[in-house]
């Protein structure tokens, strides 16, 4: 059974930084990818960024390049977002998700699993 458990989200002021990570059980051992994506109140879903597992390849969305950076730990099952300059704007729901596809997927769709999510906060 896959299990996504993500941690490190909390209260923040602008500009200051976060580190979420995302432990991972449970994925079968061959090509995925493991994304993170976002969701603020009143809107939809958005892509956050994207690690192909065994090679590392990555993708940002173009919101958070230069400042969020998306890495993974294969010896801890984990993947790790870590987010500089906070803005207000950037306050929501992060999930972590995982899919059975080696293409660095923006689209939720393409992931079959997801954890629950973790808060964050950016205050002006």
């Known amino acids: 059974q896959v299990q996504l458990v993500e941690s490190g989200g909390g209260l923040v002021q602008a500009g200051g930084s976060l580190r979420l990570s995302c432990a991972a059980s449970g994925l079968p051992f061959s090509g995925y990818v493991m994304g993170w994506f976002r969701q603020a109140p009143g809107k939809e879903r958005e892509f956050v960024a994207a690690?192909?597992?065994?090679?590392?390849?990555?993708y940002s969305a173009d919101s958070v390049k230069g400042r969020f950076t998306i890495s993974r730990d294969n010896a801890k099952n984990t993947v790790y977002l870590q987010m500089n300059s906070l803005n207000p704007e950037d306050t929501a729901v992060y999930y972590c998700?995982?899919?059975?596809?080696?293409?660095?997927?923006?689209?939720?769709?393409?992931?079959?699993?997801w954890g629950q999510g973790t808060q964050v906060t950016v205050s002006s």
């Open positions: 998700a995982a899919g059975l596809t080696n293409s660095l997927a923006t689209m939720g769709s393409a992931y079959n699993y």
């Open positions: 690690i192909r597992w065994f090679s590392g390849t990555t």
